[in-house]
């Protein structure tokens, strides 16, 4: 019977918490669009096609995929979607329990171990994620969007390296894929490399500006680089005044919240590993 334990994930380190915090932030919009959107589609959208289907509010939805759910929990397509819209809504302890079931029940169902992966992900367990998303495709017919989660739970691991390793080959499959590209440029900001960062994330931005998500990453980046007219200026195009000065007040927000993490870390004792 297929099993997969689930294990705790690794805690971040300062600045990785802070882009955990900065991924959050996003779903209250930016630039042209105020997608609904969660951590793990910064850090990887799998694109599966239940997620598809879920209107631009998971929480209208949910209790008609909770009562499907109910009716028949082994429809690996109900589990899905009840668990996609878990995830969504932020119960995403529950969703890793409902589509971990859905896997045992159907083992080797790709669609399924998909979304369990990225549950997974989104509940901070990168490790088991990272495992359960490599059973979700195979070397001979590559997914790149689970290509470039894969690299996501990487970075989030510190695994920077090997994680790009993945945007490359999630690159080769969709050239200049914009969510590929967000998702380097993050993993050049965990590892604080800000020129390069911000090199990929304009690329991310010209190949798709109305993406709420590229655009507050690149007006991260630019803010940590001492640029914060350049980047409040980025956050706010097109918007109306009230809505720009909460994207504008959302992003000095997390600038002061980074600013106090590397405050914090400064503290510690050197040489001691911070977890």
């Given at each position: 019977?297929?099993?997969?334990?689930?294990?705790?994930?690794?805690?971040?380190?300062?600045?990785?918490?802070?882009?955990s915090?900065?991924?959050?932030?996003?779903?209250?919009?930016?630039?042209?669009?105020?997608?609904?959107?969660?951590?793990?589609?910064?850090?990887?959208?799998?694109?599966?096609?239940?997620?598809?289907?879920q209107?631009?509010?998971?929480?209208?939805?949910?209790?008609?995929?909770?009562?499907?759910?109910?009716?028949?929990?082994?429809?690996?397509?109900?589990?899905?979607?009840?668990?996609?819209?878990?995830?969504?809504?932020?119960?995403?302890s529950?969703?890793?329990?409902v589509?971990?079931?859905?896997?045992?029940a159907?083992?080797?169902?790709?669609?399924?171990?998909?979304?369990?992966?990225?549950?997974?992900?989104?509940?901070?367990?990168?490790?088991?994620?990272f495992?359960?998303?490599?059973?979700?495709?195979?070397?001979?017919?590559?997914?790149?969007?689970?290509?470039?989660?894969q690299?996501?739970v990487?970075?989030q691991?510190g695994r920077?390296e090997?994680?790009r390793?993945?945007?490359t080959?999630?690159?080769?499959?969709?050239p200049?894929?914009?969510?590929?590209?967000s998702?380097?440029?993050?993993s050049?900001?965990?590892s604080?490399?800000?020129?390069?960062a911000?090199?990929?994330?304009?690329r991310?931005?010209?190949?798709?500006?109305?993406?709420?998500?590229?655009c507050?990453?690149?007006?991260?980046v630019?803010?940590?680089e001492?640029?914060?007219p350049?980047a409040?200026?980025?956050?706010?195009?097109d918007l109306?005044?009230?809505?720009?000065?909460?994207?504008?007040?959302?992003?000095?927000?997390?600038?002061?919240?980074?600013?106090?993490?590397s405050?914090?870390?400064?503290?510690?004792p050197r040489g001691?590993?911070?977890?």
């Amino acid at each position: 019977m297929y099993r997969l334990p689930l294990r705790k994930g690794r805690r971040l380190g300062s600045l990785a918490a802070f882009l955990s915090s900065a991924t959050l932030a996003i779903s209250l919009g930016g630039c042209q669009t105020t997608a609904f959107s969660d951590p793990s589609d910064v850090t990887g959208s799998l694109g599966s096609k239940a997620e598809a289907s879920q209107s631009s509010d998971p929480r209208r939805d949910l209790n008609a995929y909770r009562d499907r759910y109910r009716a028949n929990p082994k429809d690996p397509a109900a589990a899905l979607q009840y668990g996609t819209a878990l995830r969504l809504t932020g119960e995403r302890s529950q969703a890793v329990a409902v589509l971990e079931q859905a896997a045992i029940a159907n083992p080797g169902n790709k669609a399924v171990l998909a979304g369990y992966g990225r549950a997974l992900a989104a509940n901070g367990n990168f490790q088991q994620a990272f495992d359960v998303m490599s059973q979700a495709h195979s070397p001979e017919d590559p997914d790149w969007r689970l290509l470039s989660a894969q690299g996501a739970v990487l970075d989030q691991m510190g695994r920077y390296e090997e994680a790009r390793q993945y945007y490359t080959n999630a690159l080769k499959i969709a050239p200049d894929e914009p969510s590929v590209l967000s998702n380097l440029g993050l993993s050049y900001l965990l590892s604080k490399d800000l020129a390069k960062a911000e090199e990929t994330l304009r690329r991310a931005h010209s190949r798709n500006e109305k993406d709420s998500r590229v655009c507050m990453n690149l007006a991260v980046v630019l803010g940590l680089e001492g640029r914060l007219p350049e980047a409040e200026s980025l956050v706010k195009a097109d918007l109306p005044p009230d809505d720009a000065a909460a994207r504008v007040a959302e992003l000095k927000q997390l600038l002061s919240k980074k600013e106090a993490s590397s405050e914090k870390s400064a503290d510690r004792p050197r040489g001691r590993a911070v977890d």
